[in-house]
């Protein structure tokens, strides 16, 4: 920093700067008579930040950047033997601590303002300081860049206002989970808990990027754009920002809000209200209304304790509508449309197990928005349904592995992060049987109290934007809980070793099966898929007509074949 600029800077601005601190001294005040009826220990400091700090940081930017440039004074500066960069890095980071000072103070005020009516305690008051300070150094950062924007400067501050408009009203995101407004949220207003770490590490970047932004206006090609940018806008460009914002504004008026979807309604079969979920099952013929009602309390169990173990902020309805006449391993989730809820259906005979475990699958896909069903992580989320719903039942865990120790292939990480191709080899059954596997033999590696926090931050909530391209991939989450996927793999290869030892003899009594596909071009009826399975006598074929573009098989049509050879009806 150069001590002569910043007594000109004193000179210059100090009558200005002054007067607005006062402003905002007055402004502070109010805040707090007006926060102390609504309550909240520094609901005061967050509405001061929300409304007063960008002000600040907008007659700084003017007086400290933008005056410069519109007024020549930059190229005085510039015959002086202090040099652009330091020029630049004074005039920044004085406009940085006269807005963190701001900050400070504020939060005394608002400090000793609430131990007037209770005790509170200098590190709890801590957090809010340090959520303060991250804040203002953001804003800061972005009004300095919008202020070598010069002419466009008034242009950047109304986009992002209009931004932030867009993401709540039109997006449907809370005010308070935009990227930098995160840090001033209830937590911080109540002193009761800090933003998440993410929560700093944006504001953070985007303070970087801002300030690199400007550093590279201010300083390359002598400073040349930021004085081209100094000048005044010309017709062409004030039509075009208007039109511009014209047309932003018609678009977004035409658009609705991102609705709220209702729960869906439950007003049949065999109900009960858990904790956080209402359960229905219907009966069927032969399924009668005391199993519908044991079911119903098993599956309402299997959620509140799933969604009080991960900390999940969901309360879906689940329906269960077992029906006559489907295979029992066959189980579809009905599409609700606009209604919130789970419904299955299933067969009157299908495994309990089954049922429990779709539903915690449901219930943790929707929780995360569909990204729990990401091949880098969709194999724990399988693993993780099956464990809970087993969790109390030796016989089906043991059956589970059974079932794992039947598969004879090799399954290194590569086919654990790759788990819609491996499940397609597997098949469902296996599939599952493999996944318990692989989530036992973490809880088996780390205990469950760890797995389950593991859980808690690969199968959280994630934000319904932009932000979702910072959340940490599972890899790193395993990383952090001490294993890796080639540690893990080989812990559930162990696990199907030791259960195929256990059940040598029930191994050794499976049929064997043999399976292939063949293809026949024949004279007026094309092309002919002939499906042949051998060991079994009856089997189903499951197929799709596959394009260029087609990323997931998804739900395919089935072919029950009652002997060996069928003919898929392509």
Not at 91 to 114: E, I, N, R, S
Not at 250 to 266: G, H, M, N, Q, S
Not at 291 to 309: F, M, S, V
Request: hydrophobic share 55%.
């Amino acid at each position: 920093m150069s001590l002569p600029l910043l007594r000109k800077e004193a000179h210059e601005h100090g009558a200005v700067l002054a007067a607005t601190f006062l402003i905002a001294a007055v402004a502070m005040y109010v805040l707090l008579e007006t926060a102390a009826r609504m309550g909240g220990r520094f609901v005061g400091l967050s509405r001061y930040l929300l409304t007063i700090v960008p002000l600040l940081a907008l007659v700084l930017a003017n007086r400290l950047l933008v005056r410069e440039y519109t007024g020549r004074t930059q190229f005085f500066l510039e015959t002086l033997p202090i040099g652009r960069v330091r020029a630049f890095a004074t005039k920044w980071l004085l406009g940085c601590a006269l807005l963190l000072l701001t900050a400070w103070l504020a939060w005394v005020a608002t400090l000793d303002f609430a131990r007037r009516s209770e005790v509170l305690a200098s590190a709890d008051a801590r957090g809010p300081l340090l959520c303060a300070a991250t804040y203002c150094l953001a804003v800061w950062s972005f009004a300095g860049l919008a202020g070598m924007l010069g002419r466009f400067r008034y242009i950047v501050w109304g986009a992002v206002a209009l931004a932030a408009l867009l993401a709540t009203d039109i997006g449907g995101i809370p005010f308070f989970d935009l990227p930098v407004f995160r840090l001033l949220g209830p937590g911080m207003q109540m002193a009761v808990a800090m933003p998440e770490r993410s929560a700093f590490l944006v504001a953070l970047a985007i303070a970087a990027a801002c300030a690199a932004g400007a550093a590279v206006l201010a300083l390359a090609g002598s400073g040349a754009m930021a004085s081209t940018l100094a000048r005044r806008m010309t017709t062409r460009e004030i039509v075009f920002a208007l039109v511009a914002f014209l047309a932003v504004a018609t678009v977004a008026y035409t658009l609705d809000p991102k609705p709220v979807r209702p729960p869906f309604e439950i007003v049949e079969g065999e109900q009960f209200q858990g904790k956080w979920v209402t359960v229905g099952v219907r009966p069927a013929a032969a399924f009668d209304a005391a199993a519908a009602q044991g079911l119903a309390r098993a599956i309402a169990a299997d959620a509140d304790t799933l969604i009080d173990a991960l900390h999940l902020d969901v309360h879906p309805p689940v329906f269960v509508l077992p029906q006559r006449g489907l295979d029992r391993e066959v189980m579809q989730r009905a599409a609700l449309g606009e209604a919130d809820g789970i419904v299955l259906k299933v067969a009157t005979n299908a495994p309990a197990e089954n049922v429990r475990m779709l539903v915690l699958h449901s219930l943790i896909t929707d929780a995360t928005l569909q990204r729990g069903m990401k091949d880098d992580r969709h194999v724990l989320l399988d693993g993780l349904a099956s464990f809970w719903a087993m969790r109390d039942d030796e016989r089906a865990r043991e059956l589970s592995w059974l079932r794992a120790a039947a598969v004879d292939v090799p399954l290194p990480k590569e086919r654990l992060t790759a788990w819609s191709e491996t499940s397609e080899l597997l098949g469902d059954c296996q599939a599952v049987a493999v996944a318990f596997g692989v989530f036992d033999a973490l809880v088996g590696r780390i205990g469950l109290d760890r797995a389950l926090e593991l859980a808690r931050e690969i199968f959280t909530t994630p934000p319904d934007d932009a932000r979702v391209l910072l959340e940490r991939r599972p890899a790193a989450a395993l990383a952090a809980a001490g294993i890796d996927w080639n540690e893990l793999a080989a812990d559930a290869a162990a696990g199907r070793d030791a259960a195929r030892a256990r059940h040598a003899a029930e191994l050794a009594r499976r049929p064997k099966i043999t399976a292939s596909v063949d293809w026949h071009s024949k004279p007026g009826r094309g092309t002919e898929i002939e499906t042949t399975l051998t060991g079994a006598p009856r089997y189903a074929a499951y197929y799709r007509v596959l394009t260029p573009w087609t990323t997931d098989a998804g739900d395919m049509p089935r072919l029950d074949v009652i002997g060996a050879r069928g003919v898929l009806p392509l």
